[in-house]
């Protein structure tokens, strides 16, 4: 259900993700972000608000921790699965390359 909820959200950003704008942990921790600063509607909100804490440092990185043993399955669970959807995006990106896609131009 809460994975559900995440894979929606993170397809919605796959051109960032391949185009290197951002990275799939990043999204996930924007996703977070957004769930737990909105009120709490429906059982994926309550339970992340519940499992999961997030904090920010200046440099704008956050840290994701789980509030209870199963808060930190949870996150876990959310860090595979962005990691896991990241290297299936840039694996298929990959399969219609070619070796000279990747060759350097030295005539500049």
């Not at 951002?22 to 009120?39: D, Y």
Request: charged fraction near 25%; include cysteine.
């Amino acid at each position: 259900m809460i994975l559900s909820e995440f894979a929606k959200y993170l397809q919605q950003h796959d051109n960032e993700i391949i185009t290197n704008k951002t990275t799939a942990t990043k999204v996930l921790c924007n996703w977070i972000k957004f769930v737990i600063n909105k009120n709490p509607k429906n059982n994926v909100d309550k339970i992340v608000h519940r499992e999961i804490m997030l904090a920010q440092n200046k440099q704008n990185d956050y840290i994701i921790v789980g509030k209870s043993e199963s808060g930190r399955i949870l996150v876990n669970a959310l860090a595979n699965y962005a990691l896991s959807y990241e290297n299936f995006l840039m694996s298929r990106w990959l399969e219609n390359k070619k070796p000279k896609d990747f060759n350097k131009n030295t005539d500049l």
